[in-house]
């Protein structure tokens, strides 16, 4: 019974002293060596100062270049001094330039956006784009980098606006043997309605001065759209009525201006025609 | 009798061994203000760490903005040429 109770004690104590042994295996304080604990520190001990020094050296060059930024903001500041003494203006006249070629812009990408027919009806706001280009190419400013890409831009708009627009630009019709305006402007291919050789009469009045004589290789234009500038009869409208319209004068009474514009092609101010092309004078 | 003396022998030899292992086992060991020792260095290195990380995106930042800073004033000298000339075109 003895030796029993001796062993069990023995086996205790031996499982706790196995215990202690292998607990040195794991990384902590309780079973840390000397060299071990000083190895540590000087490791850390280095990692510190590294980083001092490297804090230290970062702060210095971040001086420098706060210095380097100050400085250079300085002469940034100087540079456009001179730049506005030189265009004769400020900073507003700068900004309110910059307004005036983004406006345009947008203008002429609105533009672009209209049909090639739209585009036609339309020549005289895309010259009126062109005139105000050019108008701001004579500041000082569209020299700047920055402007003069802008400029470049927009002009490339109008360019390709004016192309979209010449393909709405009339075709023509050569006369035939045979031919005669009511026979052409009934053409499928042309308008397709008898009526509308008053159209392609009024158009081409500078070649037909007696619409009941045309010649074999006359080469009439065959407008589809109407121009800037022209108005296209059409059933029920009488000179007034048209003068009154807003996009004409804006004024019944200004018939006679109509009238006088016309007269090559209107013999009696109360008889016009249902396709007549009228030229309205600015 | 014979049994029990055996028994006290092997008991005797295995105490003396543990406790040999025991003195092996507990040899040198850090203080208390070794630890602290340790434990606030290895603390102040990770954070000076942080710091020189954190400097050194300021760094970085800063001279990107010298270099943004280089350009526009290099491009505002060409421009106020341009400008002059433009000016004595007109």
């Known amino acids: 019974m003895k030796i029993r109770l001796m062993l069990s004690l023995l086996l205790l104590v031996s499982v706790f002293a196995l215990n202690g042994l292998f607990a040195q295996t794991s990384y902590d304080y309780e079973n840390m060596t000397q060299e071990q604990y000083?190895?540590?520190?000087?490791?850390?001990?280095?990692?510190?100062?590294?980083?001092?020094?490297?804090?230290?050296?970062?702060?210095?060059?971040?001086?420098?270049?706060?210095?380097?930024?100050?400085?250079?903001?300085?002469?940034i500041d100087e540079q456009w001094n001179e730049i506005y003494q030189l265009a004769s203006s400020d900073k507003a006249g700068f900004d309110a330039f910059g307004g005036d070629l983004q406006g345009l812009q947008n203008d002429a990408r609105a533009m672009l956006?209209?049909?090639?027919?739209?585009?036609?009806?339309?020549?005289?706001?895309?010259?009126?784009?062109?005139?105000?280009?050019?108008?701001?190419?004579?500041?000082?400013?569209?020299?700047?980098?920055?402007?003069?890409?802008?400029?470049?831009?927009?002009?490339?708009?109008?360019?390709?606006?004016?192309?979209?627009?010449?393909?709405?630009v009339p075709p023509s019709y050569t006369?035939?043997?045979?031919?005669y305006l009511w026979k052409i402007a009934a053409k499928a291919d042309i308008y397709g309605d008898a009526y509308a050789w008053m159209r392609i009469y009024t158009s081409n009045r500078d070649q037909i001065k007696d619409p009941n004589l045309i010649y074999p290789k006359q080469v009439f234009t065959i407008p589809r759209q109407v121009g800037p500038n022209e108005h296209l009869v059409v059933r029920g409208e009488f000179l007034s009525k048209i003068a009154g319209y807003s996009n004409v004068y804006g004024s019944p009474f200004q018939w006679q201006k109509l009238y006088e514009t016309n007269k090559n092609t209107i013999t009696d101010p109360n008889m016009i025609y249902p396709y007549q092309v009228l030229k309205i004078a600015r | 009798m014979k049994i029990l003396t055996k028994a006290i022998s092997i008991a005797t030899i295995v105490l003396f061994t543990l406790s040999l292992l025991s003195i092996t086992?507990?040899?040198?060991?850090?203080?208390?203000?070794?630890?602290?020792?340790?434990?606030?260095?290895?603390?102040?290195?990770?954070?000076?760490?942080?710091?020189q990380e954190e400097k050194k995106a300021e760094r970085m930042d800063l001279e990107k903005q010298v270099n943004a800073k280089k350009a526009e004033l290099q491009k505002l000298e060409a421009d106020k040429e341009k400008v002059k000339k433009h000016v004595e075109q007109q």
């Open chain 1, 38 to 75: 000083n190895a540590l520190l000087a490791e850390w001990q280095q990692r510190l100062g590294n980083a001092q020094t490297g804090i230290s050296n970062e702060e210095a060059t971040i001086e420098e270049l706060k210095k380097q930024l100050a400085e250079l903001q300085a002469r």
């Open chain 1, 113 to 168: 956006n209209l049909s090639a027919e739209d585009i036609y009806t339309r020549m005289n706001e895309v010259d009126a784009l062109q005139q105000k280009l050019d108008e701001l190419k004579k500041n000082p400013f569209a020299a700047m980098s920055d402007h003069e890409a802008l400029i470049n831009s927009i002009q490339n708009l109008i360019n390709q606006i004016k192309e979209k627009g010449a393909a709405a």
């Open chain 1, 175 to 179: 006369v035939a043997r045979g031919d």
């Open chain 2, 25 to 51: 086992a507990c040899g040198w060991k850090p203080s208390e203000k070794d630890i602290q020792a340790l434990e606030e260095t290895r603390a102040a290195a990770l954070a000076a760490e942080k710091t």
